[in-house]
């Protein structure tokens, strides 16, 4: 079966470009009707295309190229055009285009015409010709697209130091607004091998200046301070004193700036067979601590099991993965944070932040920053804390009303200070009073002449003392109200109950209960 020959009209194509008017005329096929000039002329009159001799028309249609010619100059067609509005930011970092569609008569806009208007509203940097030459090709129309974007500068830094080491373990917690903690997951313990590279100099950054879309300089900083490695503790720093390498196996930690490797000690349990145990590095106890036991690490301690009546100091951090129940003799000492499941009938003093999972009952703790409850039951009983950040549970005290005591937003030392002196003032006056009391009994007596020798000489001890205890007790006297003057919170701190505050509860904020 033959194919038919195709057959297509001629046609042609007028319209408004960059103050011309255009004539494209394509050919017809086969035996399709050709383009005549009276409808171009007629089209012309129509969108007011200005008149042209009829010979050039008819030198186009003959020659029915398909390209397009300048006709004329067409002033008035550039009310057809399509319109292109652009848009600085405040800034000067991005611009934005809104491209309106052309009416009928006008071809569509092209990427010069961008560019020129672009050029028109001063954008002359980071200019995005792909991103223009796809947005006019979806003819993305009436909304507005990013055409350019400035640079932001660079910081120029020195030489800096790349850890190869978590130096932030045991810490997000208090990045993330007192969120929930995992306590089976913070194995702050983080062994490393002989040889192994912990840190390194990083290559200084070169300050480059950045730049506006309007082409404005934006001059970049630098940070002139230099960064050196500074061999610590069982640590090697290579001849050219850019690499930092551990030279034993060992817990890895920055000790007052320092890279340090601390030998760590792992035992099953700590009892009869192993003694107290004293070391200066860390300690892992996989079991338990038998009660009546001390450990002291100059580095971080951590527990897998029970601690009872023991005693733990660390200069580091403290991790039990149980929790203690110290029976009023448990007592903890910790220079970084501690984690607990629960807290027990122990004394704690952390120079950091208490982390305890499920409660603290019958207590004494001092938070030198924050202590943060945060289990199921996340609950404080008949405890006495001293909190200098802020402090988070759900419930504090019980039916019971037992007595609970917080203290928030004062620097522990010298509230504790504060404590003591006051404390130290009431006793001594009372011993004042009560030496005070004897003598008057005494003078009784030599005055009423019944004193013999014992009577004098009890008499002259007491006047001795009273006069010692009236100079110490002046001394504190005068010391107290400095102190309590000092007693002011932090508006940095808060207390946070999310469930059940209970009668017996009492929160101290400075002086303000």
């Not at 800034?91 to 990427?111: E, N």
């Not at 009436?142 to 810490?171: D, L, M, S, T, W």
């Amino acid at each position: 079966m033959m194919q038919k020959p195709a057959i297509s009209n001629g046609k042609f194509e007028l319209y408004y470009r960059r103050g011309w008017a255009y004539l494209a005329v394509h050919a017809p096929v086969g035996t399709g009707r050709p383009v005549y000039p009276e409808d171009i002329e007629n089209r012309m009159r129509l969108l007011g295309v200005p008149q042209v001799s009829a010979r050039t028309i008819r030198d186009i249609v003959d020659a029915a190229s398909g390209e397009a010619t300048a006709l004329v100059t067409w002033p008035n067609g550039q009310a057809l055009a399509a319109a292109i509005s652009v848009e600085i930011a405040a800034d000067g970092m991005s611009a934005f285009a809104t491209i309106h569609p052309p009416r009928k008569g006008a071809a569509p806009p092209v990427l010069q015409d961008v560019l020129d208007e672009l050029d028109h509203a001063g954008v002359i940097f980071g200019i995005d010709h792909e991103g223009i030459q796809r947005t006019l090709a979806r003819q993305d129309y009436n909304k507005p697209i990013p055409v350019a974007a400035g640079r932001e500068p660079i910081f120029g830094q020195a030489h800096r130091i790349q850890y190869h080491f978590n130096i932030n373990r045991g810490k997000p917690y208090l990045e993330m607004d007192f969120g929930r903690i995992n306590l089976k997951e913070l194995n702050f313990i983080d062994n490393r091998k002989a040889g192994e590279l912990l840190a390194e100099l990083v290559p200084p950054v070169a300050a480059v200046d950045g730049r506006k879309v309007t082409g404005e300089i934006i001059p970049a900083e630098s940070d002139s301070q230099i960064q050196q490695l500074q061999p610590g503790l069982n640590t090697l720093l290579s001849p050219d004193g850019t690499k930092l390498s551990a030279q034993c196996d060992g817990n890895v930690r920055i000790l007052k700036d320092k890279v340090i490797v601390e030998p760590v000690i792992y035992v099953k349990n700590v009892n009869f067979e192993t003694g107290n145990i004293r070391f200066d590095g860390s300690v892992v106890v996989e079991g338990s601590i038998a009660d009546g036991f001390v450990v002291e690490a100059g580095g971080d301690i951590q527990v897998g099991s029970s601690v009872g009546k023991a005693t733990l100091k660390a200069g580091g951090s403290i991790l039990l993965k149980t929790g203690i129940n110290g029976n009023g003799k448990g007592v903890i000492e910790c220079g970084g944070d501690l984690f607990a499941k629960y807290i027990e009938s122990s004394i704690v003093t952390c120079h950091r932040n208490v982390l305890a999972e499920e409660a603290i009952m019958h207590s004494r703790i001092v938070a030198f920053r924050n202590c943060v409850l945060n289990g199921r039951r996340s609950e404080v009983i008949a405890s006495d804390l001293v909190v200098g950040g802020s402090f988070w549970c759900k419930k504090m005290g019980n039916f019971n009303e037992a007595e609970t005591h917080l203290a928030i937003g004062v620097e522990p030392a010298l509230l504790l200070d504060y404590r003591a002196t006051g404390q130290k003032k009431a006793a001594l006056q009372k011993e004042h009073d009560k030496v005070d009391l004897q003598l008057e009994q005494l003078g009784k007596l030599v005055k009423e002449g019944r004193a013999d020798e014992r009577v004098l000489q009890a008499q002259a001890q007491l006047q001795e003392s009273i006069g010692s205890l009236g100079q110490e007790l002046a001394t504190l006297k005068a010391r107290f109200p400095g102190l309590r003057e000092r007693i002011e919170a932090s508006r940095k701190s808060i207390v946070v109950v999310e469930e059940t505050m209970f009668k017996g509860v009492v929160v101290t904020f400075g002086t303000l209960e």
